[in-house]
């Protein structure tokens, strides 16, 4: 299987833009890349997913390296809402979603 | 996005009684449904995959039997844990996928707590 790797944790300043990184060195072709976090005691969220092309809605962007092997989250505007682990996935070629340990994002005011 | 409900939200049971957990998607036919468990301060962990009208596959070391799965209808999955033990207590996880392969919706989470 496909794997993510993520810091542990980061901080964020409220406010100001966050980058949140990922590698995933064994990716495959067909892997699309999804972003989730999750708030305590909640389910997951869908923030944004992308296969090869920087992706922008709402929430967030995603920017994806050329050779597909890492990608990076990018919160415009951290907010104390966003404080959450964010997950990154790849969405293996059966469809089947396994998260990782993610990153704590911790926003200070 | 699409939305996903989970009943209860919290269950409290002795140990050696059966729970049934509801996932429901509210908006959209889900024909494949996920149930996760994750422990406290750990990442989700994939129980089973099922599909509307099929047999549930199950991940390695996820009892079957203890862990029954139902996906009758394509907005409704049920997860019982039978004969529920003290380390079954944690919180549940249903997620939903729909005819776009491309995501998938998860429900709230169902807190279990097995005395």
């Known amino acids: 299987d496909a794997k993510t790797t993520q810091p542990n944790s980061m901080e964020s300043n409220e406010e100001e833009p966050v980058h949140l990184p990922c590698n995933h060195s064994t990716i495959s072709g067909t892997d699309y890349i999804h972003w989730y976090r999750q708030l305590p005691s909640q389910g997951p969220e869908y923030v944004i997913h992308g296969l090869t092309s920087n992706v922008n809605n709402r929430m967030a962007s995603l920017a994806i390296a050329e050779d597909r092997k890492s990608s990076t989250l990018i919160l415009h505007r951290a907010t104390l809402r966003d404080a959450a682990v964010y997950y990154c996935i790849l969405r293996l070629t059966n469809n089947d979603m396994r998260f990782g340990a993610g990153t704590r994002l911790t926003v200070k005011p | 996005g699409a939305v996903v409900s989970q009943h209860p939200s919290r269950v409290i049971c002795k140990s050696g009684t059966s729970v049934k957990i509801e996932c429901r998607s509210l908006d959209f036919q889900a024909t494949t449904m996920f149930w996760y468990r994750q422990f406290p301060k750990q990442s989700l962990m994939l129980m089973a995959t099922?599909?509307?009208?099929?047999?549930?596959?199950?991940e390695q070391g996820v009892e079957k039997d203890k862990f029954l799965i139902n996906h009758a209808s394509l907005t409704l999955s049920t997860l019982t844990v039978t004969s529920a033990h003290p380390e079954d207590s944690s919180f549940y996880i249903c997620s939903g996928r729909g005819w776009r392969p491309d995501t998938q919706y998860f429900g709230p989470g169902t807190r279990l707590t097995v005395l």
């Open positions: 099922s599909n509307e009208g099929s047999k549930a596959t199950y």
